[in-house]
């Protein structure tokens, strides 16, 4: 479902709201809730409501937090998905350390980390392999978590986990592959501004060309939801 909000502060409480209802939903079901945060600066606005006005609606203790993709970097980094969640959200709700698994770690390559990455998820995830909600950023070119345009890892079936080297980037990424996106309960990509119009309309509009806009891989078993401003919605 595609949802258009005049401002990207709208969009963001739309966002947050739709965390805490998914949240509920899996925590009245089964006691818990795996969620996948993305980077960027999209989700500022989200974090920034789900640490203050809707805090108290949460139970934190019982949620598991992972992420959608990461730079190969040490936390500390400046460019850290995760770095950047905690001081942005992680670091102001009160989630047990062991139930938050940043997407990196000290002293093994980024390909051996995959396979850890996706032990952990066969334990804590339902079934192994369903998210109750996992949250999407796109970029300017119509990636979305590392699935870029062009690279390999858009095709892959098998690993839910997969690590490479993003020659453009000089750089190693590990990401959640498109099967296990596909299988979560809810996917929900966040979008904002005029930079984003051009790959918003191809992948929603366009034609399928997953090679050049592999956002439109994303095809989950339940609901897919967007939460796009104006500008960023400008040509659809």
Known sequence: MLNIYQTKEEASRAAAQHFVERAK???????????????????????????????DQVDWDKIFIFWGDERWVPIEDDRSNAGNAFKDFL???????????????????????????????????EDGKTFDLIFLGMGDDGHTA??????????????????????????????????????????????????????????????????????QIIDPKGELMWYVDKEAAARI
């Open 25 to 55: 939903l899996a925590i009245e079901a089964k006691a818990k809730f795996t969620v996948a945060l993305t980077g960027g600066s999209s989700p500022a606005g989200m974090y920034d409501l789900l640490t203050t006005e809707f805090k």
């Open 91 to 125: 670091n102001k709700v009160a989630i047990p350390n062991e139930q938050i698994f940043p997407m990196y770690k000290e002293g093994i390559s980024a390909e051996d980390y995959a396979k850890e990455y996706s032990a952990i998820l066969d334990q804590v995830l």
């Open 146 to 215: 590392s699935l870029f345009p062009g690279e390999d890892i858009i095709h892959e079936k098998e690993k839910k986990v997969d690590a490479y080297f993003l020659e453009p980037q000089d750089m190693y990424r590990i990401t959640l592959t498109a099967p296990l996106l596909n299988s979560a309960k809810s996917v929900a990509f966040i979008a904002f501004g005029a930079k984003k119009a051009d790959a918003l309309f191809e992948v929603i509009k366009g034609e399928k060309n997953i090679e050049k806009y592999p956002s």
